[in-house]
Nanobody, 120 residues
Framework: QVQFVESGGGLVQPGGSLRLSCAASGIIFRASAMGWYRQAPGNQREMVAQITDDENNDDKIDYADSVKGRFIFSGDNALHTAYLQMNNLKPEDTAMYYC??????????WGRGTQVIVST
């Protein structure tokens, strides 16, 4: 059974920073992708940042356009970790943030989420 330890959410003022951490356990093979997604009330869940593992085992990091230049992702598909440094946070970043682990043969797995609130 895949288990996640997610941390780092909280309440922060606009312009502030938070760092999200995710570590997955219970899986022995390399993930095809690790990433952070978010879902605000009334919205669909969207990808924030992720690292994907192509067929040559080269890593590629992608960001949502809305966070480029503000968020920095780091992660490791072999170690099943994902970190998200969020800077210059805006009220529209308020959402539940979920860690996701993707596999090629076993499906996708989700953490329970950590809440981020950006407000004065």
């Amino acid at each position: 059974q895949v288990q996640f330890v997610e941390s780092g959410g909280g309440l922060v003022q606009p312009g502030g920073s938070l760092r999200l951490s995710c570590a997955a356990s219970g899986i022995i093979f390399r993930a095809s992708a690790m990433g952070w997604y978010r879902q605000a009330p009334g919205n669909q869940r969207e990808m924030v940042a992720q690292i994907t593992d192509d067929e040559n085992n080269d890593d590629k990091i992608d960001y949502a356009d809305s966070v480029k230049g503000r968020f920095i992702f780091s992660g490791d598909n072999a170690l099943h970790t994902a970190y998200l440094q969020m800077n210059n946070l805006k009220p529209e970043d308020t959402a539940m943030y979920y860690c996701k682990l993707e596999t090629r043969t076993r499906g996708d797995f989700w953490g329970r989420g950590t809440q981020v609130i950006v407000s004065t």
